[in-house]
């Protein structure tokens, strides 16, 4: 069934940017997709650190988002998250974890910020189901504004020791004539062997707590026709770098057949999404699900293939269950707005090509659904 007509389907990506009731993540991935050409996202379904790193040099160019799953990396640790900040800042794309939260509020805030993989603090993007209920993205919601408090507070405690200068005369005799017992600590003869015999000495604590804001990253303004077409490297420099914020997808649909996230599952996940919308940016579906006045939520669609050359139209798919549809099937047809290729790219001979024949197939499946819809 293809999607029922929605303004977001004909409005470009640049376009959609601009608009209200979007997250501030969905804003940026928006803005980058438009300047880099690209709705690709690969799904780094790789094992080690060094696959990993490796695989996001050969794509990176060709990508919008990178979608990981931490918990497949046998060897993660912080040369990992090290290594996926480095090359997301150099080739220009978002972090996406497919950690798929799905327990109850507690324990996800716990598998979100804590244990060994952190991934508050290393992927801008996460999914959920809601299988147990809205207060999931709640909880995702308050561990990502905790996480990013304590980054912009920094504590410093500053500790220093001396021996006190001496008291003069007259101090002494002040004291020497008050007999209060307050003040028999303060004579050495009274205090215990191991203290006798020590110099007085004063301890110092400071404590100083500073905040810091990190900057969200400029709304570029529209380009003015008469001032020519901007080169990418230029318009990257004025994107500037993604906000220091965090967004969730809820999983509302599924690739994979005789799945269960269909009907009345689907329109609560949309329900949920629009009571969040700074925080839930929007979903993984097999179609737009924009359909209320307002709404402008991102799809990011798995399950897209290619046939081999010289197959075209062959019904693609595997063993297990999962069924592949196009880049034009799902972006002009259905409406969706980021396409996730997983095996059709890791398995090719030279994924860097294998990268950019998607990037290409998506990008222009989406400009003819432009220039349909106008």
């Known amino acids: ?52 790193l490796q695989l996001a040099e050969e794509v990176g160019d060709s990508i919008c988002v990178l979608k990981t799953h931490a918990d497949i990396v046998q060897d993660f640790g912080d040369r990992t998250i090290q290594g996926l900040r480095d090359v997301a800042k150099r080739r220009k794309f978002l972090v996406f974890e497919d950690r798929k939260f799905g327990d109850i509020g507690s324990t996800v805030q716990k598998q979100y910020a804590a244990g060994p993989l952190g991934i508050v603090k290393w992927a801008a993007i996460t999914n959920a189901h809601i299988f147990p209920g809205p207060a999931i993205a709640i909880a995702l919601e308050q561990a990502a504004k905790s996480a990013i408090a304590a980054y912009n507070t920094r504590v410093e405690t500053e500790i220093s020791a001396g021996t006190p200068p001496p008291s003069s005369a007259s101090e002494s005799d002040d004291e020497d004539s008050r007999p209060d017992a307050s003040h028999a600590d303060d004579d050495p003869t009274a205090w215990p062997a191991e203290r006798q015999g020590r110099k007085p000495s004063v301890v110092s604590v400071s404590t100083t707590i500073s905040t810091k804001t990190e900057a969200i990253s400029p709304q570029p303004t529209p380009r003015s026709p008469e001032l020519g077409a901007e080169s990418m490297e230029a318009a990257l420099e004025r994107l500037g770098p993604p906000p220091f914020l965090r967004a969730l997808l809820l999983l509302a649909e599924m690739s994979s057949e005789g799945n269960l996230l269909t009907g009345a599952y689907t329109e609560q996940c949309v329900a949920i999404a629009r009571q969040h919308r700074d925080f839930v940016m929007g979903f993984v579906a097999q179609r737009s699900l924009n359909v209320e006045k307002g709404d402008n939520f991102v799809t990011m669609t798995p399950g897209v293939n290619l046939p081999p050359p010289g197959q075209e139209g062959k019904k693609m798919g595997d063993a297990l269950g999962q069924q592949y549809n196009t880049p034009r099937k799902v972006v002009l047809e259905m409406g969706c707005d980021v396409i996730i290729v997983g095996r059709g790219i890791l398995n090719a001979p030279d994924r860097r090509r294998a990268a950019e024949r998607y990037r290409k197939e998506g990008w222009a499946a989406y400009e003819e659904r432009i220039r349909a819809k106008r």
Not at 23 to 42: Q, Y
């Open 1 to 52: 069934m293809q999607p029922r007509r929605h303004p977001t389907v004909s409005l470009t990506y640049e376009e959609r940017a601009s608009l209200p009731n979007n997250s501030p993540v969905a804003a940026f991935l928006l803005r980058l997709i438009s300047i880099k050409h690209t709705n690709l996202c690969v799904s780094a379904d790789v094992t080690s650190t060094a696959e990993l």
